[in-house]
């Protein structure tokens, strides 16, 4: 065998492997639990519920684990809770929204964004509050509340 054919023999059975490998759960992460405490164990178990939805931004949704990343958010919003972690109590109730959002609960979504907007302004987190507004906004327009989507849209601008 030539060692051109060899090498494109390589390359097609190490491609799938490696587009798989992507997409697979955060492995790493979750490895990582037992060592985190206080903070950091928030943010990671909030970076964990992200990685388990996050292909359905893609619409492809592949591999995509909405009842594990509502478990991770869940644990990390009871656990920011306790410390009353605002940054973290934030994100978990945005990852949530997002889920809801995902799973075409508007009206859930829309409960969620509500509540992660305003903890957002109070830390000055201006993506993270542009982007509750953005989804927000979303979540009201697929209600057909088209006035308070275009004041949600608007809001996210400022920033």
Known sequence: MSAMKLKWLI???????LCTSQTSPPDSLIRLLPYLQDTGRI????????AFYINALSEIFE????DSAIS??????????????IKGIA???????????DRGNYLQGENYFRQSIPLFQKIQAHENYSWA???LGYCLYRQYK???AKVAYDRAMLY
Do not use: M, W
């Open 11 to 17: 390359i097609s059975l190490l491609v799938p492997v």
């Open 43 to 50: 943010n990671c178990l909030n970076k964990i519920s992200l």
């Open 63 to 66: 591999n995509v684990q909405t």
């Open 72 to 85: 991770y958010a869940s644990q990390a919003h009871a656990e920011a809770l306790k410390i009353n972690y």
């Open 91 to 101: 994100e978990a109730i945005q990852n949530l929204g997002e889920i809801a959002r």
């Open 133 to 135: 507004n953005l989804t």
């Open 146 to 148: 088209f006035s308070d």
